[in-house]
């Protein structure tokens, strides 16, 4: 018998094949090097999260690389974390070496020196970070999945508009979960700048 859970989540994915279909496409691009960026919205409830993750489940792992995380709101303070907690797994399997060229700019960021307020500050750790994802994705396809980001820190949800900006013609599938309704503010301001670049909006 489906549990409580199990059933809900059924109830979620009810009619939203075509959803469903649209998430396996930028699976699927990625894997033939094609980018893409999905921005997932909505309100609370509808089963954004629920969604993706159904897609995800579906999707071959063999030769892709997938990476997730989501922001919480109680871990707002903390710089880069939903970008750690979605490249960390990442770095860890491909090794040290994957910190070459550019990508070295990104190190101090998985070494606890997440750096100042200032643009002038965060803009060659948001640099690095984008080709060390690229780097990544030179090795393996990669599907990046940030949930809830209108929770996320700041320097995320701004790598998360700067990657996006940037990935065409790269094997990246870039998903964003966004809860609309929330007060505006910098990471709204992200968001919007997600917008501009998605290929699809669900």
Known sequence: MASGAERRSRLELVERDAELERLA????????????????EGQPGIGKSTLVGAALSRTPRSGLSIATAAGAALERGFAFGVVLQ???PLVDEAGDDVFAGAAALARPVFEGDTGGRGLDDAFPRLHGLFWLTVTLAERRPVVLWADDVQWSDVPSATFLAYLAHRIEGLPIALVVGHRTGEPD????????????????RL
């Open 185 to 200: 503010g910098p990471v709204a301001a992200c968001v919007e700048a997600l917008g501009d670049s998605a290929t699809g």
């Open 25 to 40: 496409d930028a699976f699927a691009a990625a894997r033939r090097g094609e980018h893409s960026v999905v921005l997932v």
């Open 86 to 88: 979605m490249l960390q």
